[in-house]
């Protein structure tokens, strides 16, 4: 009887990447991981819960008579503008946790999972817009209680509110690069805000940009963060939709262009 011959098959081919969908899942799962995190040690959320609130009644309080003539007439000013910083300052926790939990090699066992790379990365800043939310939606609350009434109607802060929740998001992508690239996580803390106080303060964010000398003038003119400020004012004040909120996305988007894999490089090669 003549033995049958046994013949080899080609075996599936094990892919080096990972199709959008699956890189979506992967960031999900990652983003929900954080979402743990945060539910399980309450007071991270301590920044953003204290801090949008003691910032707007200082300022408020300190610079609205000097500025406006009282509080009540600051308030459309003073809002946006303490939206944008509180929430874009909220941003530099991404990269000083993302440090933390490289230096504890905890991605060192995400690398070596069969996911996207990128899901680690994005799942953690996916999860940290849940901050942003408590920031904007505080922010917004305090100015209620102090007698803001955004003309523009409740549509147009919703709108003003995603806008800055996707700004900020696009900008902790910057964090994650120095999270990643910095050494410790006090580094991370102070190299960010060396970079985000000149950002934040000057801009039209808290006082009137005519005020200022010259340079600084046109410094704030082409400053993101006035842009920003701006599109959140036109919003919520006027219910417009114009020049700053479209530069403000196109903004984000080329951030998130070049530093998510500017990032993601980073990541592969220090972990």
Not at 59 to 65: Q, R, V
Not at 194 to 205: D, E, K, M, R, Y
Not at 218 to 236: G, I, K, M, T
């Amino acid at each position: 009887m003549k033995s049958a011959s046994i013949q080899t098959r080609h075996t599936r081919q094990l892919k080096k990447h990972t199709s959008l969908g699956q890189s979506i899942r992967n960031s999900l799962t990652m983003a929900y991981r954080g979402l743990l995190k945060i539910r399980r040690t309450p007071e991270q959320l301590f920044d953003v819960t204290l801090q949008p609130i003691i910032f707007t009644l200082m300022f408020a309080y300190i610079f609205g008579g000097a500025i406006s003539g009282n509080v009540v007439d600051y308030l459309p000013v003073i809002i946006p503008g303490i939206l944008v910083q509180t929430v874009i300052t909220t941003s530099i926790v991404t990269g000083v946790q993302l440090r933390e939990d490289m230096d504890k090699g905890v991605f060192d066992r995400f690398k070596s999972l069969p996911i996207a790379r990128i899901a680690p990365l994005a799942g953690a800043l996916l999860a940290d817009t849940v901050r942003y939310t408590i920031a904007t939606a505080l922010t917004f609350s305090m100015g209620y209680i102090l007698g803001y009434q955004p003309e523009g109607g409740l549509g147009y802060v919703v709108i003003a509110a995603l806008l800055v929740i996707v700004c900020a998001w696009a900008i902790s992508w910057i964090f994650a690069f120095f999270g990643v690239i910095s050494r410790t996580a006090s580094s991370v803390q102070g190299i960010s805000m060396i970079v985000l106080f000149p950002l934040t303060f000057v801009s039209n964010a808290f006082v009137p940009v005519d005020t200022m000398p010259g340079w600084l003038q046109w410094f704030s003119s082409f400053n993101p963060v006035s842009h920003l400020v701006s599109a959140v004012r036109e919003l919520a004040n006027n219910g417009a939709i114009g020049a700053d909120f479209v530069f403000s996305l196109v903004g984000a988007a080329v951030i998130v262009a070049i530093f998510a894999p500017l990032t993601v490089s980073a990541y592969m090669r220090r972990t």
